[in-house]
């Protein structure tokens, strides 16, 4: 998972114009299996070596870095739902299609929150949510490396895409949680969200591949162009993760639909704007 991105706060914010608002992390087992903590210590202008991974010490605040933490309930997303009628907003939920178990097994989303899927399915139905393809497992399932470690943290086995995994890896947890999602939410799914803007171009060329055209994230351009798909880069996205609702609770998105004069929109909305205006 990368971290909250509201530092990419976008310069046209305050200008009362359009931007594109993302939830990461939906159903994303990284929640529970990504745990790093702290390995510097700030004192004064020193940073001294700490270590925060090891053993328990990971899991406790303020040590503790990500996980664990829980998935946001079906109650939370009708609050999820109110808050964007009332705001006049929408939102792309960037959903990783297969929860993965302790024992590698990977569950799809609807069938191991059918509560909470049903209400992002009853928002997708009203126009308020969009969702985006945002990997089927966020984490490398080969060798159990997404598991805790005992004194390290594992942060790097929770992105999907990571150059030195095989082609067909990416296209596999591409077409599968695309699978997944399309299924499920009985609607074309055209973003992808890269799990921790990671990815590599093998990523795009199978996201183009099973019907992507919006790719959003930090720098999606990277690797220059590629047919079919249009960059919803962070400067035009504000981008918060469901732990930030979780752990903040639905103030966090309230007070940012109140408190600005910006139309929040989906991912796929700024994209076609995007695809219209450099056409
Ligand atoms: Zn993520």
Redesign the pocket.
């Known amino acids: ?2 971290r909250p991105s509201r530092k990419s706060t976008p310069r046209s914010w305050r200008t009362g114009v359009i931007v594109a608002l993302r939830l ?2 939906v159903g ?1 087992a ?1 929640k529970r299996h990504e745990v790093y903590g702290l390995t510097r210590l700030r004192l004064g202008p020193l940073a001294l070596p700490f270590p925060g991974n090891f053993l328990f010490i990971k899991y406790v605040p303020p040590i503790k870095r990500w996980g664990p933490y829980r998935e946001l309930s079906a109650p939370e997303w009708e609050s999820v739902l109110d808050a964007l009628e009332t705001g006049g907003a929408r939102m792309t939920a ?1 959903i ?1 299609a297969g929860w993965v178990e302790s024992d590698g097994r990977v569950t799809p989303f609807p069938r191991k929150f059918p509560e909470a899927a049903a209400v992002i399915r009853e928002g997708v139905r009203r126009g308020l949510l969009e969702v985006a393809n ?1 990997g089927y497992t ?1 984490c490398v399932l080969e060798g159990r490396q997404f598991r805790p470690r005992l004194f390290a943290g594992n942060r790097e086995f929770h992105r999907e895409f990571h150059d030195w995994l095989p082609a067909s890896t990416h296209r596999e947890h591409v077409g599968r949680a695309q699978d997944i999602l399309q299924e499920f939410f009985a609607r074309p799914v055209v973003t992808f969200v890269p ?2 803007n990671v990815f590599s171009r093998a990523t795009l060329d199978a996201a183009a591949a099973v019907g992507i055209r919006y790719i959003s994230c930090l720098d999606p351009g990277r690797f220059g162009p590629v047919a079919g798909l249009t960059w919803v880069a962070d400067g035009d996205v504000v981008a918060l ?1 469901d732990r930030d609702v979780v752990l903040g609770g639905l103030d966090v998105l309230r007070s940012l639909l109140r408190g600005s004069t910006t139309t929040f929109v989906t991912v796929q909305e700024a994209g076609e704007r995007r695809g219209r205006a450099t056409r």
């Open positions: 998972m990368s990461d992390d994303a990284s960037a990783t945002h966020h799990p921790g993760h």
